[in-house]
């Protein structure tokens, strides 16, 4: 049992900004990690109502591969939830920071194959992510598990299953270049839950490469080239090669110079893989169930996240830091932890 006195907790650094509020890394009173979000409740009542139906989402789903909210509890103005702490953080700081050009494919496969199975179960609660993205994968040395579940909705409506789904799935104009064309399209068509599984595809571009496709890009021209059918492309050595002058991977940031790329390949499998997500036909998309049993994911047979990061991951110290109850008080230092430093 967790208790509701902010007291028995220890919070050090922040891990992260959020949109409601921040992130710590923290201690319960038995010195077990966890991942503690302080929401500030004085703010739009949208914003709480948001917040409000991704805690009341997340409580309902039960699954390995889905982010648990531990305990939850109100103390003076702010609002404190308790989630396990995952010790890498999520895909895009991994991105930003360690593997810069890109997660090697057996990497990849192994995160794909866990999203997949947390997609399998959402979906078959009839309901969708609608937010699958680096940003919204986190990991430990066991698991990635799938967060955010703010844009998740559901096709049950008064005891009734609906066939599709209208409207917006994000909530903000970045989240649309992980969003399915049909989604973009607005008509009234809908949309089912392949759209989780064209944004398995664009995710999978973004941490195979390192950066998100359509980076730099106006919103316009994206939106033109998912109706059309384009898809974003692999920087590998097979790309550099072919030299196929795509405009979707070419951002401006010297960062991303060919060097990276050109000892990188990617299998004929993961081509494939991508394919079938990225088929802007809703309908001859694979469904999440049936990606599960493809051959580019019989490579996470005989290894594991746990010996593919930690061969692939540097260890990092971070200095003295203090730690801090939820009032904002300054209690004590503790030297020596090792966490991973964003």
């Not at 077990?32 to 989402?57: G, H, R």
């Not at 110079?257 to 036909?281: A, G, P, R, V, W």
């Amino acid at each position: 049992m967790y208790s509701s006195n902010i007291q028995h907790y220890k919070l050090l650094e922040i891990v992260k900004y959020g949109k409601f509020g921040s992130v710590y890394k923290g201690f319960d009173n038995k010195n077990k990690s966890l991942a503690i979000k302080k929401v500030y409740l004085d703010q739009p009542m949208e914003n709480l109502t948001i917040m409000c139906n991704e805690v009341i989402t997340i409580r309902r789903f039960k699954h390995r591969n889905i982010i648990t909210i531990l305990h939850c509890f109100i103390y003076k103005q702010f609002a404190y939830l308790m989630y396990p702490f995952m010790s890498y953080g999520n895909c895009e700081m991994l991105l930003q920071n360690v593997y810069t050009s890109g997660f090697p494919e057996t990497i990849l496969a192994l995160i794909l194959k866990d999203v997949l199975s947390a997609l399998i179960y959402i979906h078959s609660e009839h309901c969708v992510h609608g937010s699958i993205r680096a940003k919204n994968i986190l990991l430990n040395s066991r698991k990635a598990v799938v967060s955010n579940f703010g844009d998740c909705q559901t096709f049950i409506n008064q005891g009734e299953k609906k066939k599709c789904l209208y409207g917006l799935t994000a909530k903000n104009e970045n989240q649309l270049y992980w969003t399915a064309p049909e989604v973009l399209q607005q008509n009234l068509s809908g949309y089912t839950e392949k759209i989780d599984i064209y944004s398995i595809g664009i995710t999978s571009c973004e941490m195979a490469n390192g950066f998100q496709p359509y980076k730099d890009r106006e919103l316009t021209f994206m939106y033109i080239e998912k109706v059309r059918g384009n898809r974003p492309l692999f920087q590998d050595k097979m790309y550099l090669m072919e030299d196929q002058g795509s405009t979707l991977l070419n951002p401006t940031n010297e960062l991303y110079s060919h060097k990276m790329f050109i000892n990188k390949t990617f299998s004929d499998e993961f081509y494939q893989f991508i394919e079938l997500c990225l088929n802007e036909n809703a309908k001859s998309r694979w469904s999440a169930k049936k990606l599960m049993k493809h051959s580019f994911l019989k490579q996470c047979r005989f290894t594991s996240l746990a010996d593919q990061l930690t061969e692939g991951l540097p260890t990092f110290k971070i200095k003295d830091h203090k730690t801090v109850h939820g009032d904002g008080k300054h209690i004590k230092n503790n030297n020596g932890r090792t966490i991973w430093n964003f």
